[in-house]
């Protein structure tokens, strides 16, 4: 798919005014920024708002912002200062985008909105110590920062954000997240080998955040079960070579399928989700898991808690004896499969909407433009 920016659609022109013109950051590819940020811009772009999404260009291939009625530049500095130019309003997706944003922004008198991204136990060292550097110079510099879970804003209001609120973002749907109807799921769990056998599926990038020793850990556990489970892992990062020797090493019933766009239709034909993260926001894998009425047992941690409530099985960081005999107790137990799948779908329902998640974003700028009048 070409780069190259498209023109604007006509958006009307509410109260008389003219559109208002934002430009949206993102200093990676990752899903579940991407997927956010393509939502929001299919949203604010249907409400009259002139959106520029400035990303990777293999982001803009994948999610097609420009199919979401905005224009689309590549993250280079020289295109986010030109895209910014004309901004009313500039919104980073995560601290590194912010720093970016700040550097295209120097010497204009332009909002920044910032989502919040930071979160979990603190680095050590030197590196950690740059990093709340930076945390706290973004947090400062922002007019608002967004957090998608609660402990988020806290974080941002310790690093000294002046307005710090939460915004739940919505489980987007669209390009880049696979719809799981129509899937097979016999077919799916044929392709991965898990035919007679029960199917446990992680989703995310291997990264050590992850958990995913946790997880290998638990795997070998699994391995006195009679069927012993499947494990795949949809999703790659720099841990792949690391966890392959383990796997190959112990002989573990974990397949790594390296990064999937069908990983939302491999969750829908799973017995359980597993989320062995040391930290997490508002995790979109957690998000499908639950929507999809797919068993999760996940970590305490971050807005997890705050997430899930009562729809999953919670168990400690790191302690991967407990997540090993909670998913153990799940496989061989349907009625309390069937309980949490059911209570998943009504967690759900109790979320934003992308139309709610855009409004309130929405309504900050209208607001961050009131203040400048």
Do not use: N
Not at 145 to 157: E, I, K, N, T
Not at 241 to 270: F, K, N
Not at 273 to 286: H, I
């Amino acid at each position: 798919m070409s780069s190259s920016p498209v023109p604007f659609p006509a958006p009307a022109q509410p109260y008389g005014r003219p559109p208002l013109r934002t430009v949206q950051v993102l200093a990676g590819a990752g899903a579940d920024s991407s997927a956010h940020v393509r939502s929001l811009a299919t949203g604010l772009a249907a409400r009259g708002v002139r959106v520029t999404v400035c990303a990777p260009v293999e982001a803009e291939g994948e999610y097609d912002f420009a199919g979401a009625g905005a224009q689309f530049a590549p993250d280079a500095v020289s295109a986010l200062r030109a895209a910014c130019a004309g901004a009313d309003v500039v919104h980073a997706h995560g601290v590194r985008a912010a720093v970016r944003a700040l550097l295209a922004l120097r010497g204009r008198r332009v909002p920044l909105v910032v989502t919040w991204q930071g979160g979990g136990p603190a680095a050590a060292g030197p590196s950690g110590r740059l990093g709340r550097l930076v945390e706290r110079q973004v947090a400062r510099a922002a007019a608002v920062v967004l957090g998608a879970s609660s402990d988020q804003v806290d974080q941002a209001r310790a690093r000294g954000a002046r307005d710090a609120r939460l915004a739940r973002p919505a489980a987007p749907t669209g390009p880049g997240v696979a719809p799981a109807l129509g899937a097979d799921p016999g077919k799916v769990r044929a392709e991965l080998g898990a035919v007679g056998r029960p199917l446990v599926i992680a989703i995310g990038s291997l990264v050590p955040h992850r958990g995913y020793s946790v997880l290998l850990d638990a795997a070998r556990a699994w391995r006195g079960l009679e069927p012993v489970p499947l494990v795949v892992i949809a999703g790659e990062g720099p841990q792949r070579a690391e966890l392959s020797r383990r796997i190959e090493a112990e002989g573990l019933p974990v397949r790594l399928l390296g990064r999937r766009r069908d990983a939302v239709q491999l969750l829908a034909a799973a017995d359980a989700a597993v989320l062995p993260s040391r930290w997490e926001a508002r995790s979109l894998p957690a998000q499908e898991a639950l929507r999809l009425g797919v068993p999760l047992v996940a970590t305490a941690v971050g807005g997890v808690p705050e997430l899930v409530g009562d729809a999953g099985v919670l168990v400690p960081c790191g302690d991967s004896a407990a997540l090993a005999t909670a998913v153990s107790r799940l496989l061989a137990d349907p009625d309390r499969c069937r309980d949490l799948a059911a209570a998943g779908r009504a967690q759900a329902a109790t979320w934003p909407s992308e139309d709610d998640a855009v409004a309130q974003v929405l309504s900050v700028y209208d607001e961050l433009m009131d203040r400048r009048r």
